[in-house]
C-alpha cells in the first residue's frame, strides 16, 4: 500500500504562487508514475500535471501548461518515502479548485509512461483546497 499526504494549498491573489507538495509513503520501494488532478466545485475531475517512473516523460493540461511544474525530489526519496510537488505560477481565478496528488507503479507500462487518465492511479491523497481571488 501507499499513502499520499498533500499540503500547500492555501489561498492566494490572481498572479500569485503556490507549491503543493505530496509525500508519498510505504511500498514505495519502485519508482512511482505520480500525477495531479483538481475539482472546481460543481465540475467533473480533471487531469493537471504527470510524470513517469523515469521521469523522462512530463504532461502537462494545456490550461496550465508553461505556469505550473511538476518535479520529484529524488534527494529526499528512499525506498519508502518519494515526495512530489506542483509549482503553480501565475494563479488564475479559475484555477480555484481542489488539487489532488495520485501515484501508481504502472507495472503494465514502460518507464516512460505517464498517465493523464485517473482511472490508472489506484493511489489518492485527500486532496488540498487551492482558492485564487481576482
Known amino acids: 500500500q501507499v499513502q499520499l499526504v498533500e499540503s500547500g494549498g492555501g489561498l492566494v491573489q490572481a498572479g500569485g504562487s503556490l507549491r503543493l507538495s505530496c509525500a508519498a509513503s510505504g511500498r514505495t520501494f519502485s519508482s512511482l508514475a505520480m500525477g495531479w488532478f483538481r475539482q472546481a466545485p460543481g465540475k467533473e475531475r480533471e487531469f493537471v500535471a504527470a510524470?513517469?517512473?523515469?521521469?523522462?516523460?512530463?504532461?502537462?493540461?494545456?490550461?496550465v501548461k508553461g505556469r505550473f511544474t511538476i518535479s520529484r525530489d529524488n534527494a529526499k526519496n528512499t525506498m519508502y518515502l518519494q515526495t512530489m510537488y506542483l509549482q503553480m505560477n501565475s494563479l488564475k481565478p479559475e484555477d480555484t479548485a481542489v488539487y489532488y496528488c495520485?501515484?501508481?507503479?504502472?507495472?503494465?507500462?514502460?518507464?516512460?509512461?505517464?498517465?493523464?487518465?485517473?482511472?490508472?492511479?489506484?493511489?489518492w491523497g485527500q486532496g488540498t483546497q487551492v482558492t485564487v481571488s481576482s
Open positions: 495520485a501515484a501508481d507503479h504502472l507495472p503494465s507500462y514502460s518507464n516512460s509512461y505517464s498517465s493523464k487518465r485517473d482511472e490508472e492511479y489506484g493511489y
Open positions: 510524470m513517469s517512473r523515469s521521469e523522462s516523460n512530463i504532461a502537462y493540461a494545456d490550461s
